[in-house]
């Protein structure tokens, strides 16, 4: 198993898009801690680094792409074969796939709160590390929201990685990925409505999405979701084991 999992982090090392991807994202977290220092009103300075400077949002966009890629390309190109036809099981191929895209979904959050942290202090110096967000300093507000958005992306690449393991081709696994991803928003109002109606349907995983703006807003949002903060943190882990029991499943009995 682990030197499954030291191929597939090597591979993912060789890619070039690996190390853009991080000149890209803390690029992309100076710029807009660039912004906030011009246009203070418009764009918080606080606000802005709690939520990562807006970088959660790429975050999901590159594991999804990145959860894809590393299980069906295999398919796609017939390597898969050559990892079966050794000693390896099926379980311990997939299981070192989810573990490198594990270690990499960390990677980019430690990167994101790095980047941010350096950004405010070379841009935003005026923002005192001591400012609070509700009962929280502001680092610890940033850490509580990655966390939060950290358990709803592996909610999302579960799925991705059930679907990347049905198919052959990554595409429908990250239209899938990003598709739920934008679902949680578009129909969070609809959502709302429906809950009140028939209290069940609380339970949805797109529900379960709320995770991140629930640690941020607290009570406020339990309201929306009908659901506590745990049992949001349950629910998603409960659907991602789920996902991914299935994708092993789907994964042990698929034609190669």
Do not use: C
Not at 22 to 38: C, D, E, N, Q
Not at 80 to 98: E, F, P, Q, T
Not at 140 to 168: E, H, K, M, Q, R
């Amino acid at each position: 198993m682990l030197t499954l999992v030291k191929q597939e982090t090597f591979k993912l090392l060789k890619k070039k898009s690996t190390p853009i991807i991080s000149i890209l994202l803390t690029i992309f977290i100076f710029g807009v801690a660039i912004i906030s220092k011009m246009n203070p009103k418009i764009f918080g300075a606080k606000d802005l680094f709690v939520g990562g400077f807006g970088a959660t949002f790429f975050i999901v966009m590159i594991m999804v792409a990145s959860a894809s890629t590393i299980v069906a390309m295999e398919s796609q190109f017939g390597t898969i074969k050559d990892l079966l036809y050794r000693k390896y099981s099926r379980g311990a191929v997939l299981s070192s796939k989810w573990l490198t895209v594990f270690i990499y979904s960390i990677y980019l959050n430690v990167l994101v709160i790095v980047a941010s942290i350096v950004a405010k202090v070379i841009f935003l110096p005026d923002l005192s590390f001591a400012e609070k967000v509700g009962n929280q300093m502001i680092i610890g507000a940033l850490t509580t929201s990655l966390a939060g958005n950290f358990v709803n992306l592996w909610l999302i690449i579960s799925l991705v990685l059930l679907l990347a393991s049905a198919f052959n081709s990554s595409g429908a696994s990250i239209a899938a990925g990003i598709g739920f991803y934008f679902l949680t928003s578009i129909l969070s109002g609809i959502q709302i409505l429906v809950i009140t109606k028939w209290d069940w349907v609380k339970w949805n995983p797109l529900n379960m999405m709320n995770l991140s703006n629930q640690l941020s807003a607290g009570k406020t949002f339990e309201a929306l979701t009908h659901l506590t903060t745990n049992q949001l943190i349950w629910g998603n882990l409960g659907y991602t084991a789920v996902f991914l029991f299935l994708g092993y499943l789907v994964f042990k009995r698929k034609n190669v």
